[in-house]
């Protein structure tokens, strides 16, 4: 897989781990070993405080994996029309949520009981998404236009890698 990363990325040491993250999900056997990677890999590629992986699952979603500075929502549902993840999915594109107080789409309640602040949910296979990657940070006030690649351009890497385990399978 080849991307194009911006011209100053050599620089930028989360890019050399986003490359090797790609190598890693190519390599990838099966849906469990995709989410590993996200697991693993996605928190330090995007220099962010939690990272999760969200499944869809019919009309709910299933926050099947994180990695984050505490506890969130590994192992919940929540209705897809009720969460971040879910309106990512729903309208196919990432939301980019520089305060998760200030915008109508995050469920308060919920949101009030964590750290996260600022988040990016981007979803996993664009044309009919099947998942989201989101990232989380405690105390971001602004969200770069780098940073919101960096999200959307692992969710797009762990599509294809989806896609190849499932057709592999």
Same mark, same amino acid.
Not at 20 to 35: E, F, G
């Given at each position: 897989m080849?991307?194009q990363l911006?011209?100053?990325?050599? #620089?930028?040491p989360?890019?050399?781990l986003l #490359?090797?993250?790609c ?12 989410? @590993? ?5 996605a ?9 999760t992986?969200?499944l869809? @699952?019919? /009309?709910r979603?299933?926050?099947?994996e994180?990695d984050?500075?505490?506890p969130?929502w590994?192992?919940q549902?929540?209705?897809? /029309?009720?969460?971040i993840s &879910?309106?990512a ?7 980019i949520v520089p305060d998760?107080?200030?915008?109508e789409?995050i469920?308060? @309640?919920v949101y009030?009981k /964590?750290?996260?602040?600022?988040l990016?949910m981007?979803?996993v ?5 099947v998942a989201?990657i &989101?990232?989380?940070w ?9 940073e ?9 890497l762990v599509? @294809?890698?989806?896609?190849r /385990?499932?057709?592999?399978?």
């Amino acid at each position: 897989m080849d991307y194009q990363l911006p011209s100053d990325s050599a #620089e930028d040491p989360r890019w050399k781990l986003l #490359e090797a993250t790609c190598d890693r999900l190519a390599l990838a056997a099966s849906q469990d070993d995709v989410i @590993e990677i996200v697991r693993s890999c996605a928190r330090a590629v995007l220099s962010a405080d939690g990272v999760t992986f969200v499944l869809r @699952e019919d /009309t709910r979603c299933h926050y099947v994996e994180e990695d984050a500075i505490g506890p969130l929502w590994k192992g919940q549902k929540f209705p897809i /029309t009720a969460c971040i993840s &879910g309106w990512a999915m729903m309208n196919r594109k990432a939301a980019i949520v520089p305060d998760v107080f200030a915008d109508e789409r995050i469920p308060q @309640e919920v949101y009030r009981k /964590t750290f996260v602040r600022s988040l990016v949910m981007a979803p996993v296979g664009m044309d009919s998404p099947v998942a989201a990657i &989101g990232a989380y940070w405690r105390d971001k006030t602004v969200i770069s236009a780098r940073e919101a690649a960096a999200v959307e351009t692992l969710a797009t890497l762990v599509g @294809e890698a989806l896609m190849r /385990t499932r057709l592999a399978a």
